[in-house]
């Protein structure tokens, strides 16, 4: 068994394609339009095989103001080794996204940081 893909939603599909495409080398899928529902998605593919589906609706509600909620919290994406967590994490901070944890080995023995993206989802830069 495996987890076949997570899935979030976003006010912006196209800004969200295109950063996973430029700081993860996320690979999209062809965009999924369905007019009378007002939903569209890409799943975005990324070399381990992993897969991460974004989504949109025309009636999408904002997200809670909430930063600890029931739900999803955050996406892990392990980038090999120390220096490359490093590094992606200063080259998304200079691109303006805000860096919710600098670089730090963590109580559970893992090298990480925590950005937030365009909309403010975590993401975890693993080793």
Known sequence: MKLEHVAIWTKDLEAM???????????????????????????????????????????????????????????????????????LTARLEADGYTVASRPRTTGDGYYESAVLDGEGNRIELTV
């Not at 809670?64 to 919290?73: E, I, K, R, T, Y």
């Not at 392990?78 to 490093?86: I, S």
């Open 17 to 87: 394609r295109s950063f996973f495409e430029t700081y993860f080398g996320a690979v999209a899928g062809n965009r999924y339009d369905n007019p009378s529902t007002g939903f569209s998605s890409y799943f975005l593919s990324f070399d381990s095989g992993s897969r991460l589906e974004i989504m949109t609706r025309s009636d999408l509600a904002g997200r809670p103001a909430v930063d600890m909620a029931v739900g999803l919290a955050h996406i892990a994406i392990a980038l090999g080794n120390r220096e490359a967590v490093d590094s």
